[in-house]
């Protein structure tokens, strides 16, 4: 059964930096054709992609938010790591881990519950 | 960057007549999108990919069409399950990968 759960802040301080963990089961980190990408949504508004690794580490990011945002993976923990900079409160949103499909094509088929991340001082 | 959009922003519909939702990509896309559902406080599902394959588990009644730039979502029968918002999402020219702006369908 695949999973994907993400931890974090619920509240972060403007200026601070963000730190989420997505922790997957059901499936390894390491098989081929697999990513896990990470998109938030602001409350009442779309989804926005932020970035996504790849099985072999490969690493792609938004346009507008690449200067701020890094992720990272532990396969031996079964965890992908973002990292977001300088959060401002336009950064509230609910923060989802997904993973792709396992053919490569970057659709998610798996996401995980989402996490609230609020910015304010 | 590929601009994804969604029409209409709202539809309303009676149960058990049929929904038919746009999605339009400012340049070709082939057949690399996919379509998702999102209900209340939920994350989204994932509906179709590649334009047209039902994901696992999809009822028959959720069926995708189109290439190039214009893509459908059409529900059949309208279920009161089936009322949320849904989004499109290409994934052929990226990164970036984009979604639309979402069609919330609404019950008449």
């Known amino acids: 059964q695949v999973t994907l759960r993400e931890s974090g802040p619920a509240l972060v301080k403007p200026t601070q930096t963000l730190t989420l963990t997505c922790t997957v089961s059901?499936?390894?980190?390491?098989?081929?054709?697999?990513?896990v990408g990470w998109i938030r949504q602001p409350p009442g508004k779309a989804l926005e992609w932020l970035a996504l690794?790849?099985?072999?580490?490969?690493?792609y990011y938004s346009t507008s938010l690449k200067t701020r945002v890094t992720i990272s993976k532990d396969t031996s923990k079964n965890q992908v790591v973002l990292t977001m900079t300088n959060m401002d409160p336009v950064d509230t949103a609910t923060y989802y881990c997904?993973?792709?499909?396992?053919?490569?094509?970057?659709?998610?088929?798996?996401w995980g519950q989402g996490t609230l991340v609020t910015v304010s001082s | 960057e590929t601009v994804m959009t969604q029409s209409p922003a709202t539809l309303s519909v009676s149960p058990g007549e049929r929904a038919t939702l746009y999605c339009r990509a400012s340049?070709?896309?082939?057949?690399?999108v996919a379509w998702y559902q999102q209900k209340p406080g939920q994350a989204p599902r994932l509906l179709i990919y590649?334009?047209?394959t039902r994901a696992t588990d999809v009822p028959a009644r959720f069926s995708g069409s189109g290439s190039g730039t214009e893509f459908t979502l059409t529900i059949s029968s309208l279920q009161s399950e089936d009322f949320a918002v849904y989004y499109c999402?290409?994934?052929?020219?990226?990164?970036?990968?984009?979604f639309g702006q979402g069609t919330r369908l609404e019950i008449k």
């Open positions: 997904a993973r792709t499909s396992r053919d490569s094509y970057k659709y998610f088929d798996y």
């Open positions: 340049q070709s896309v082939s057949s690399n």
């Open positions: 999402q290409q994934y052929n020219n990226w990164p970036p990968i984009t």
């Open positions: 059901g499936f390894s980190l390491s098989t081929s054709g697999l990513s």
């Open positions: 690794i790849d099985w072999d580490d490969d690493k």
């Open positions: 590649g334009a047209s």
